[in-house]
């Protein structure tokens, strides 16, 4: 199939082509930027074993390809950008090309493409829209912190308030975190109002990054109001916040 893309976009990308020549892996500046980062986030991007869909992973998008044969070069292209810069994956240790791509800010989307070996495509593991040329391009979701509901709140006495909306009166719900050692069974919270579903419990805690869930009758939850998120040592998915 034949795309149809603008002649400038053409134009300001024919300089890129020759990035197809060789295998994307990863350049002695970039190795020593993935050594640089957040040792969670290296983790994260050097542990995939093979490609997956496409994930709001803290304040980063995670792109994932791979086929057979193996391409010599995969980018990625998006439409806040023009689709007038290619940005490269690079080939992890399992073999996945893998992008880590900072969020744009005030956005409630990202809708972007993929470059294998010069041919523009949807990224087979994204939704697929189409725009008003028939084009198929890849779009995902972002929850912005304007879309919080209910998070960690600072309050004004410097105490921190938790809350999580259950739907049922009457559960037992707690909160572990690194702040508590992640005992499942040392913070409880309260009910708000009788047969509200909403609980909460405010806690004193110290400046810098907290990590926590819930428990809600004795099932694990991340906080589904806090858009922040990454996965621990053991895999596990929990939710983060700062406190300045």
Do not use: C
Not at 40 to 51: D, F, N, T, V
């Amino acid at each position: 199939m034949k795309y149809t893309v603008p002649l400038a976009v053409w134009l300001r990308l024919s300089g890129l082509f020759s990035l197809s020549a060789q295998t994307t892996r990863p350049s002695a500046y970039q190795r020593s930027a993935f050594s640089e980062m957040d040792p969670a986030i290296h983790r994260k991007i050097m542990s995939l074993s093979e490609p997956a869909p496409p994930e709001i992973w803290e304040d980063h998008l995670i792109l994932t390809y791979s086929q057979s044969p193996e391409p010599r070069f995969v980018g990625a292209v998006f439409r806040y950008e023009g689709y007038d810069r290619i940005h490269p994956f690079f080939l992890n240790n399992h073999g996945v090309f893998v992008l880590m791509h900072p969020l744009p800010p005030g956005r409630s989307e990202i809708v972007y493409r993929l470059v294998v070996d010069g041919v523009w495509l949807a990224d087979p593991r994204g939704e697929t829209i189409r725009d008003s040329a028939n084009i198929a391009l890849s779009r995902i979701a972002i929850r912005t912190r304007e879309a919080v509901l209910e998070g960690p709140e600072l309050q004004t006495d410097g105490r921190v308030r938790f809350t999580v909306r259950t739907g049922a009166a009457g559960q037992n719900v707690t909160l572990a975190g690194s702040f508590n050692n992640w005992d499942p069974f040392l913070t409880p919270l309260r009910e708000i109002r009788p047969g509200s579903g909403l609980y909460e419990v405010v806690l004193p805690l110290p400046p810098g990054r907290h990590y926590y869930y819930f428990r809600v009758d004795g099932r694990r939850h991340v906080d589904v109001a806090n858009w922040r998120q990454v996965r621990n040592n053991f895999g596990e998915t929990v939710s983060f916040f700062d406190v300045p």
